[in-house]
Nanobody, 124 residues
């Protein structure tokens, strides 16, 4: 079992930056690939980014590629999402997730553990 807790959300102006963090506890964090998803009210949860157990492989949604960077620190059991050049359409609740595999994945169904989410609001 892995417990995930997100932090770092809030309100930011368009064009600004924000870093989300996700603290993991429980089983050995380095055994799990991890990712970020987001959900706007009335919409389905969508994939944002994923990173392999070692950090050597990453995957991004086209909508965030070049603006967002996913990273992890296995020694600290932490996952991060650096978000730059934020747009109003990035407004959503952001969730971190972990899966019982070491390779990246983009489908929500492939993840086994989820955090409670943190709200990110980008004003225009």
């Amino acid at each position: 079992q892995v417990q995930l807790v997100e932090s770092g959300g809030g309100l930011v102006q368009a064009g600004g930056s924000m870093r989300l963090s996700c603290a993991a506890s429980g089983r050995t964090f380095s055994n799990y690939a991890t990712g970020w998803f987001r959900q706007d009210p009335g919409k389905e949860r969508e994939f944002v980014a994923s990173i392999s157990w070692s950090g050597g492989s990453t995957s991004y949604a086209n909508s965030v590629k070049g603006r967002f960077t996913i990273s992890r620190d296995n020694a600290k059991n932490m996952l991060y999402l650096q978000m730059n050049s934020l747009k109003p359409e990035d407004t959503a609740v952001y969730y971190c997730a972990a899966r019982r595999s070491v390779i990246v994945a983009t489908a929500e169904s492939e993840y086994d553990y989820w955090g409670q989410g943190t709200q990110v609001t980008v004003s225009s």
